[in-house]
């Protein structure tokens, strides 16, 4: 049986100020910025900076079931494999898609409040 890890201490120090972020964002650009950023911040700390992490290795996708992708680059590493599939990462990333999925589509109905926020 393999032994899970947890990453757990990570998670709550990004996702709060991650929610934070998401909860002010004026647009669907600022939240998948947001989700990038921290994303990749978690990537960071899981990894502790053995792995090159890059803006484009996760990427939103909340017009999809998907709901995130993950480069090939990062998936044909066997390092990143062995670690995706032996912790807690996947949960908690779709966590934090889950959040940010939601902004998106609150601002994708509500634009009127977007364009309210943008000042001239």
């Not at 939240?31 to 899981?46: Q, Y």
């Not at 079931?65 to 390092?79: E, G, Q």
Request: proline content about 3%; aromatic content about 10%.
């Amino acid at each position: 049986m393999t032994e899970r890890v947890s990453f757990t201490r990570y998670e709550n120090v990004i996702y709060p100020r991650f929610r934070q972020k998401v909860q002010k964002a004026e647009s669907t650009v600022d939240v998948r910025n947001s989700f990038t950023l921290a994303t990749r911040e978690l990537f960071h700390s899981a990894f502790e900076g053995k792995m090159n992490f890059q803006d484009d290795d996760i990427k939103l996708l909340p017009e999809s079931d998907a709901r995130f992708v993950i480069s090939k680059r990062l998936l044909s590493s066997a390092a990143f494999n062995s670690v995706w599939e032996n912790s807690d990462l996947p949960r908690m990333i779709d966590r934090f898609a889950d959040l940010a999925i939601g902004r998106c589509k609150r601002l994708q109905k509500h634009p009127e409040k977007t364009d309210a926020k943008i000042r001239m």
